[in-house]
T-cell receptor
Framework: KQEVTQIPAALSVPEGENLVLNCSFT??????LQWFRQDPGKGLTSLLL?????REQTSGRLNASLDKSSGRSTLYIAASQPGDSATYLC??????????FGSGTRLSIRP | DTAVSQTPKYLVTQMGNDKSIKCEQN?????MYWYKQDSKKFLKIMFS???????INETVPNRFSPKSPDKAHLNLHINSLELGDSAVYFC?????????????FGPGTRLLVL
């Protein structure tokens, strides 16, 4: 059974710092892994998607890595801004139509 | 005991037809969502309802019409289906408590338009 864990559950850093969010999964047989952002009262926004054959994806100040063998993914945010404050979730697609989400990391960027 | 259920699980239909996908949640949540998972596996939000009221309506063709008869149900009706509508559609529900919100997803409905 696939389990997805995110550590830490909450993180607060001053503006401008680089930071890393972690995601681990127990079953390496995945199709892809996706990082989402969730703002209060809003739906999920997809940030980056890494296919199982890929090692990393980059979009602007965001970089996501995937190590299937160790069951880990990281989301690196460079030069953090207050607008980055949100909950970040990773989700693993382990089958054709089932997506397992982590519990999320609540990120707060202090001005 | 299924928290968020969708029917049907698979739907194969011809272009031009009208079809509906149903979603029900038994979690007592106030908010429900419809997402479309495209061919690249990205999840994109389509609609969100809170207590039967539409609160999010992304740029979706008006052939797609959500209907929420009560807060436990959010159905998706699609008129005049097109080839590009083929995708997996996910329903989700959530409840905000103490500033936290977790979305629970249904199993998905795989739609294939021929």
């Amino acid at each position: 059974k696939q389990e997805v864990t995110q550590i830490p559950a909450a993180l607060s850093v001053p503006e401008g710092e680089n930071l890393v969010l972690n995601c681990s999964f127990t079953d390496s047989a995945i199709y892809n892994l996706q990082w989402f952002r969730q703002d209060p009262g809003k739906g999920l926004t997809s940030l980056l998607l890494i296919q199982s054959s890929q090692r990393e994806q980059t979009s602007g100040r965001l970089n996501a890595s995937l190590d299937k063998s160790s069951g880990r993914s990281t989301l690196y945010i460079a030069a953090s801004q207050p607008g980055d404050s949100a909950t970040y979730l990773c989700a693993v697609d382990s089958s054709a139509s089932k997506i397992i989400f982590g519990s999320g990391t609540r990120l707060s960027i202090r001005p | 005991d299924t928290a968020v259920s969708q029917t049907p699980k698979y739907l194969v239909t011809q272009m031009g037809n009208d079809k509906s996908i149903k979603c029900e949640q038994n979690l007592g949540h106030d908010t429900m969502y419809w997402y479309k998972q495209d061919s690249k596996k990205f999840l994109k939000i389509m609609f969100s309802y809170n207590n039967k009221e539409l609160i999010i309506n992304e740029t979706v063709p008006n052939r797609f019409s959500p209907k929420s008869p009560d807060k436990a149900h959010l159905n998706l009706h699609i008129n005049s289906l097109e080839l590009g509508d083929s995708a997996v559609y996910f329903c989700a529900s959530s409840q905000r408590r103490d500033g936290e919100e977790t979305q629970y997803f249904g199993p998905g409905t795989r739609l294939l338009v021929l």
